[in-house]
């Protein structure tokens, strides 16, 4: 649990210090911003290689897979549209609710609340001792699900705002065909795979991706951005572990785990968005603010309940609500959906409100998890050790 709260204060830190990056001189931010945004991404690929390296799938079982899809993708959906029609009904103007630039810009700013945020989730349950449980796996198989679900779905977003272009259709051919590769030759790449080498694996995977965005950025006017997420993941379902058939208990952390854990923490607090305060001042007062923010956060985690309707033959209610509640963590993807708003030409008081949403979100990323360890104590499924 020590490990837990450090974690959750790295993240805070991080926030606070992001807030003050738009105060720094123009040439030192312009050499900062793109070393932390390959150094975060690294961090998630390295999180994200030793995940997949844990991930095992019974290809008996497509059925069941194809059922957590559903569930992702709906955890993924309700929170979207609950905050997109929140975001057309308060802060769009009564004559525009029937517009589709009303609706279409909504639909791409409320998209911050769809992804839970994998690196940080797995990490924080991982921090609480939970790695072993029923909830950390099936989290584990849902959250990347969601993820993937937000990557396809930003794609005819994309389109809605600039126009239909061929890169966007390359990067849901090269969803696909690393989903295919994943589950064609799972655990039959025999590479090594001490920490330091799937560090080195997770650097090339961040650099290769934010080289093609940076190439496609200056050849088109839609720029392929390749999330590190699945690649990384992608490829520790590639990797052959020296385990026994059957054996579940996964790489021993080490010490090199702990700390690209710690420093993807605070990376992932600093690669939040400045907070458009002069966007939101027409609100009126602060109390007004905040009372948006947390009606929207409210819609946000309530949209991400429905596992805890699923999964009645597989785990008790205590379980699926802590699994609902492991849904709720957002961080760098959704960061990165409102970063992209702004580069669109996006803004008003509903992106400065979903950048507070996200900001309290990602500081509530420690109580979350402890609440997931007080119902699986009151399950039975861990000690109580308090």
């Not at 379980?319 to 959704?334: F, K, N, T, Y």
């Not at 008081?349 to 007080?374: H, K, M």
Request: neutral net charge; aromatic residues 12%; charged residues 10%.
């Amino acid at each position: 649990m020590n490990k837990l709260w450090l974690y959750s204060g790295l993240l805070l830190a991080g926030l606070f210090g992001s807030q003050f990056s738009g105060q720094l001189p123009a040439s030192v931010y312009n050499v900062l911003e793109p070393v932390l945004t390959l150094m975060t991404m690294t961090g998630l690929a390295y999180i994200m290689i030793n995940v997949g390296r844990e991930f095992q799938i019974n290809k008996s079982k497509t059925r069941e897979y194809g059922w957590d899809y559903i569930v992702a993708a709906t955890a993924a959906t309700f929170p979207w549209i609950l905050c997109a029609i929140y975001f057309v009904f308060v802060f769009s103007p009564a004559g525009d609710w029937g517009s589709w630039p009303a609706w279409r810009d909504s639909l791409l700013v409320a998209r911050f609340a769809a992804p839970t945020s994998a690196g940080v989730l797995f990490s924080m349950l991982a921090a609480a001792g939970l790695a072993s449980t029923w909830v950390f796996k099936k989290a584990r198989i849902l959250a990347i699900f969601d993820d993937l679900d937000t990557v396809i779905l930003m794609i005819p977003l994309k389109i809605a705002v600039v126009g239909f272009s061929w890169m966007l259709m390359g990067v849901l051919g090269i969803i696909i065909a690393q989903l295919w590769i994943a589950w064609a030759y799972l655990n039959r790449w025999q590479i090594p795979h001490s920490s330091g080498w799937i560090l080195l694996y997770a650097f090339f995977i961040a650099a290769i991706s934010e080289v093609i965005y940076l190439l496609t950025d200056v050849w088109g006017k839609v720029p392929i951005h390749i999330e590190v997420l699945l690649p990384a993941f992608v490829l520790g379902c590639l990797i052959k572990e020296k385990l026994d058939p059957g054996h579940d208990e996964g790489h021993q952390e080490s010490q090199l785990d702990f700390t690209v854990s710690a420093l993807f923490m605070i990376l992932v607090g600093l690669s939040m968005p400045v907070i458009a305060w002069q966007d939101i001042a027409g609100e009126g007062s602060m109390m007004m603010v905040l009372f948006h923010v947390l009606i929207v956060t409210v819609l946000a985690n309530l949209g991400k309940m429905f596992p805890a309707f699923c999964y009645r033959k597989e785990a008790s209610w205590r379980q699926r609500l802590a699994v609902s509640i492991g849904m709720w963590p957002r961080g760098e993807v959704g960061a990165g959906v409102l970063i992209l708003s702004l580069s669109y030409g996006i803004s008003g008081a509903a992106v400065g409100v979903a950048s507070l949403c996200l900001a309290l979100n990602l500081a509530l990323t420690g109580v979350f998890i402890s609440i997931i360890r007080r119902l699986l104590i009151a399950d039975g499924q861990l000690p109580n050790l308090a």
